[in-house]
């Protein structure tokens, strides 16, 4: 995947971060919960979950914040230079990570840190560092 860096702008980043940070504070404040996306959509999967109306709601505004935002400006073009196989992939390292470390980064990086939770300092640093780590043997090692 690619970022378009013509069109990229500090505002647009900005606006995006504040309206995060938005997000998760009107979740904890409104309703007592972290905005930590796999365990949002992980007590959604659990048929036993009885706050299950909240949690849809939320993903649905994941999925519909991009056409909201396509009504005030064009989206910006999206290019994925991976094959499905190695998407899947990643996916599922990614889900099983999130698993291991008790959160993702929205849960630890955004409302973690915001805390000023000690164990999220350490798993957002274990998440970048990886992610850091990654980037560099599949674009420089193994010339992905």
Same mark, same amino acid.
């Given at each position: 995947?690619?970022?378009?860096?013509?069109?990229?702008?500090?505002?647009?980043?900005?606006?995006?971060?504040?309206?995060?940070?938005?997000?998760?504070?009107?979740?904890?404040?409104?309703?007592?919960?972290?905005?930590?996306?796999?365990?949002?959509?992980?007590?959604? #999967?659990?048929?036993?979950?009885?706050?299950?109306?909240?949690?849809?709601?939320?993903?649905?505004?994941?999925?519909?914040?991009?056409?909201?935002?396509?009504?005030?400006?064009?989206?910006?073009?999206?290019?994925?230079?991976?094959?499905?196989?190695?998407?899947?992939?990643?996916?599922?390292?990614?889900?099983?990570?999130?698993?291991?470390?008790?959160?993702?980064?929205?849960?630890?990086?955004?409302?973690?840190?915001?805390?000023?939770?000690?164990?999220? #300092?350490?798993?957002?640093?274990?998440?970048?560092?990886?992610?850091?780590?990654?980037?560099?043997?599949?674009?420089? #090692?193994?010339?992905?």
């Amino acid at each position: 995947m690619s970022v378009d860096l013509v069109h990229f702008s500090p505002f647009s980043a900005l606006v995006g971060g504040l309206l995060i940070g938005f997000a998760a504070a009107l979740l904890v404040l409104g309703n007592g919960r972290i905005a930590g996306i796999s365990g949002i959509i992980g007590s959604l #999967l659990d048929t036993t979950s009885s706050d299950r109306a909240w949690r849809a709601a939320f993903v649905l505004g994941l999925f519909a914040a991009p056409w909201i935002f396509k009504l005030f400006t064009a989206l910006p073009p999206v290019t994925i230079a991976s094959s499905p196989p190695v998407l899947v992939v990643a996916g599922l390292l990614v889900g099983i990570g999130t698993r291991y470390a008790s959160g993702c980064t929205s849960g630890h990086g955004v409302c973690g840190l915001s805390r000023g939770s000690a164990r999220s #300092l350490a798993a957002t640093v274990t998440f970048m560092a990886m992610g850091f780590f990654a980037v560099f043997v599949t674009r420089h #090692l193994l010339g992905f």
